[in-house]
């Protein structure tokens, strides 16, 4: 390799020449800017997704474009089907989200990115079997035009994954580099005005933070030196943060979520976010552990079990990518119950969680949730919940949510890590001195909270006091 593409690669705040705030990145300011300043959605966004052949990218892709062209309804939304209160309850303002915060407009978006295979989107979506064939023939021409770029691929990370569609260099800076090369390609062709990245490729294996991870310094010295705790998802994230490219973990992996990858957005002034789309199981248990806190009810045991037949299921298998996933799940709960403070309530329950691989069930995922809670005078109670849901078709609007809104983060200049977007994942980043909030409903404030600062809007806090203010 020439020392001339080392020497670009040792210094990403150079590299950070498209990204929209580097002028105030170079001064050191970190404020997010308040509607006036808020940058229009003018043009094109571009979606960049590795995994984009999955079985999330292709619901995601199809849904959009069955949105686009009037034969379907955005459901699972916020974005686009939510509203927002403003202001008191008597005045009665409860605009839609999309018609209240400046975001792309769903014909603006524009679709590129990496996977193993080299299946065009519709047929990665036949095989991957979640929508009907109906359905797919509808926006067959739009999915057929769009074919994945060979994909950064090691398969220490994904051990019961094999394609052909990968990446021939061998090299972490090469790999970043031809990473780079897509993206401005697909900038030129599409007259891209800006980008987002969202990773929906597969579970990584559980890889501990090591030293490479600790700094920004560490981590460039890693890529130089291929280090192996340097995995491919953190390669698109260099790659994205580095081309001022604001990155989404949708899966569990270590990614963004370490010091350098953190320290690279600050300098970046780039947007980050993760991880790991909150759906089915884990969703339910952000909607029941909160209610049973907020009751005072004690729990003595929680069993988990998921029967997955899709690719993920498959990946899932291996005992290396599930510990990735189960970490995620398995933090939910402790969050929420808070053990250490309600000791007598939550102090020793038991959190079990299980992933079996069942082909005949593709994606159509079970959850199977048994609960053993507590309440007067210690009298045992039970909760069962058998979640027959779809994993890919709840993914798909939290994709939609989640690169919309991060586009709206770049433009008001939101740097760093954006902690207001918990609502959508199962294990949400925050910084290094808190505790992620796993709460939905307290998530789902701080997501509207937000949105009304950008708008210059009055927060809610539901004081009840809007009788006075009416007298």
């Known amino acids: 390799m020439d020392t001339d593409h080392v020497a670009v690669l040792s210094t990403p705040i150079e590299q950070c020449a498209n990204a929209a705030n580097n002028e105030r990145a170079s001064k050191g ?19 960049l997704i590795p995994g984009m052949g999955g079985a999330v990218s292709t619901t995601f892709l199809a849904g959009v474009e069955a949105v ?3 034969i379907a309804l955005p459901v699972g939304s916020l974005s686009q089907m939510g509203t927002i209160r403003l202001g ?26 990496w996977d193993v295979f080299e299946d065009n989107c519709y047929d990665a979506a036949l095989q991957a079997g979640v929508l009907e064939k109906e359905h797919l023939e509808a926006v067959r021409t739009f999915l057929e035009g769009l074919h994945p770029w060979p994909a950064v691929f090691n398969q220490a990370f994904v051990k019961n994954l094999v394609g052909p569609n990968i990446k021939p260099q061998t090299s972490h800076l090469e790999l970043v580099e031809s990473v780079k090369t897509d993206i401005e390609a697909f900038r030129r062709q599409h007259h891209i005005s800006r980008c987002v990245m969202i990773w929906c490729g597969s579970t990584e294996a559980h890889l501990k933070p ?38 989404i973990n949708g899966a569990p992996n270590l990614t963004v979520d370490i010091p350098a990858m953190v320290e690279l957005a600050d300098q970046c002034q780039v947007a980050i976010v993760g991880k790991d789309f909150k759906t089915g199981q884990t969703l339910m248990k952000t909607i029941l552990a909160p209610g049973l806190k907020a009751r005072m009810l004690g729990l003595t045991g929680w069993y988990s079990t998921n029967i997955l037949g899709n690719r993920d299921g498959m990946v899932l298998e291996n005992k290396d990518s599930f510990k990735t996933k189960e970490e995620s799940k398995l933090s939910v709960l402790e969050t929420i119950l808070q053990p250490e403070i309600y000791s007598e309530l939550y102090g020793d329950f038991h959190h079990k969680v299980v992933i ?29 919940v058998d979640f027959l849901c779809r994993d890919s078709i709840l993914a798909a609007p939290l994709v939609l949510d989640l690169v919309l809104f991060i586009d709206l983060a770049q433009r008001a200049a939101m ?21 992620s909030e796993h709460d939905l409903f307290i998530q789902l404030m701080k997501l509207k909270n937000t949105l009304r600062y950008l708008m210059g809007e009055d927060q809610i806090t539901h004081l009840g006091l809007d009788y006075y203010y009416h007298l």
């Open 29 to 47: 300011i970190k404020t997010m800017r308040r509607k006036e300043d808020i940058q229009k959605a003018d043009g094109k966004l571009g979606v």
């Open 68 to 70: 686009r062209s009037g």
């Open 88 to 113: 008191k309850r008597f005045e009665y303002r409860i605009p839609r989200i999309m018609d209240f915060v400046p975001l792309a407009r769903l014909d603006d978006l524009v679709f590129g990115g």
């Open 415 to 435: 740097a760093g890590i954006q902690e207001w977007l918990s609502f959508y994942f199962k294990s949400p980043q925050c910084g290094a001195d808190l505790y």
């Open 356 to 384: 079996s691989y069942y082909p005949p069930r593709g994606d159509n995922k079970e959850g199977w949730d048994c609960i053993d809670i507590f309440g007067w005078l210690g009298y045992p109670m039970q909760i069962k």
């Open 210 to 247: 090591a030293e490479v991870h600790g700094s920004l310094a560490n981590f460039e010295a890693g890529l130089k030196s291929n280090d192996p705790n340097i995995s491919p998802s953190m390669l698109y994230a260099y790659a994205a943060l580095t081309s001022g490219i604001p990155y």
